[in-house]
């Protein structure tokens, strides 16, 4: 499993760019990488995205001066790489809402004339995208709980995110392996149940059959 996420300049996908890229990898239910990098935007970055993220321009190029910062360009071509790689593997994506920070991706690379995932090899038809929002509302059906990965990650008690790329990749994978044990939970206990039921009515059935 691959949690994936990407911080951005905004919302709107055919305009917005990613800031920084999330890789965290789990084999077992265990955390065995994890990858976060950034990279400088060629479009300004909203006041409601910063407030969220916490990332202004000047911040991005003082770190893209010293190094630690890609360019746009630079920054969608070695996402695309993981996002390959990982995908040849046989990876499930997993994130909230992780179509957007697919869609986001995909769209800078046609932006810069670089193709997109498809046209690089990554077969959208067939990726295995884990929407853990998605997931848990077709778990519950209370649609009075919110489900973003914030409020998801305090009702699994998993660490949040806090809007880091690489901290809700994480978030993301461990609320969704929190929602996989809530579910076995939960069948274990409606199989339990229903042998109850069973062995009631097998006890309950010739005094039933004498009266």
Same mark, same amino acid.
């Given at each position: 499993?691959?949690?994936?996420?990407?911080?951005?300049?905004?919302?709107?996908?055919?305009?917005?760019?990613?800031?920084?890229?999330?890789?965290?990898?789990?084999?077992?239910?265990?955390?065995?990488?994890?990858?976060?990098?950034?990279? %400088?935007?060629?479009?300004?970055?909203?006041?409601?995205?910063?407030? +969220?993220?916490?990332?202004? &321009? =000047? *911040?991005l190029?003082?770190?893209?001066?010293?190094?630690?910062?890609?360019?746009?360009?630079?920054?969608?071509?070695?996402?695309?790489?993981?996002?390959?790689?990982?995908?040849?593997?046989?990876?499930?994506?997993?994130?909230?809402?992780?179509?957007?920070?697919?869609?986001m991706?995909?769209?800078?690379?046609?932006?810069?004339?670089?193709?997109?995932?498809?046209? %690089?090899?990554?077969?959208?038809?067939?990726?295995?995208?884990?929407? +853990?929002?998605?997931?848990? &509302? =077709? *778990?519950?059906?209370?649609?009075t709980?919110?489900?973003?990965?914030?409020?998801?990650?305090?009702?699994?008690?998993?660490?949040?995110?806090?809007?880091?790329?690489?901290?809700?990749?994480?978030?993301?994978?461990?609320?969704?392996?929190?929602?996989?044990?809530?579910?076995?939970?939960?069948?274990?206990?409606?199989?339990?149940?229903?042998?109850?039921?069973?062995?009631?009515?097998?006890?309950?059935?010739?005094?039933?059959?004498?009266?």
């Open positions: 499993m691959v949690g994936f996420d990407i911080e951005s300049t905004g919302l709107d996908t055919e305009v917005d760019e990613p800031i920084s890229y999330g890789f965290a990898t789990y084999e077992n239910g265990l955390l065995v990488s994890e990858e976060e990098f950034f990279a %400088l935007p060629s479009v300004a970055i909203h006041p409601a995205a910063e407030k +969220v993220h916490g990332w202004s &321009r =000047t *911040m190029e003082e770190l893209h001066a010293a190094g630690d910062a890609h360019s746009a360009v630079a920054g969608v071509a070695r996402a695309a790489q993981r996002l390959r790689e990982f995908h040849a593997q046989g990876a499930h994506f997993i994130g909230a809402h992780p179509e957007y920070d697919f869609r991706t995909t769209s800078l690379l046609r932006r810069h004339s670089m193709g997109d995932l498809e046209v %690089l090899g990554f077969d959208l038809a067939t990726v295995k995208l884990i929407d +853990v929002c998605r997931h848990d &509302r =077709t *778990m519950d059906s209370d649609r709980r919110r489900r973003n990965l914030t409020a998801l990650s305090g009702h699994y008690q998993v660490t949040p995110g806090n809007h880091t790329a690489i901290g809700d990749a994480k978030a993301a994978v461990e609320v969704f392996m929190k929602q996989v044990a809530h579910n076995q939970v939960n069948s274990l206990e409606s199989k339990v149940a229903a042998l109850r039921i069973l062995v009631n009515l097998n006890q309950s059935g010739p005094s039933a059959a004498g009266r």
